[in-house]
């Protein structure tokens, strides 16, 4: 499946990445309905700079999670 096309079953699978990258334990922030469909590319070059890096350190946890933070419904 590729997640080249923004979808809200593309949005599903990356925000359940991003949850299992981040050890997200209250899974009800990556509800995909709290995303904005318009900021799909926004979302998936973050998810592609995580997957090629890897783990993350305890501050670039924190900034991801700012930067998911800005692209979330107001």
Do not use: C, H, W
């Not at 923004?6 to 009800?28: C, H, Q, W, Y």
């Not at 318009?38 to 991801?64: I, R, W």
């Amino acid at each position: 499946m590729g997640l080249e096309n923004p979808s809200t079953e593309n949005l599903k699978v990356i925000l359940e990445e991003f949850a299992d990258i981040l050890g997200v334990v209250n899974r009800s922030i990556m509800d995909p309905e709290d995303y904005d469909l318009n900021k799909y590319e926004d979302l998936k070059f973050m998810y592609d700079m995580v997957k090629q890096k890897g783990q993350l350190s305890a501050s670039e946890t924190q900034a991801f999670i700012d930067e998911l933070r800005s692209v979330r419904k107001k």
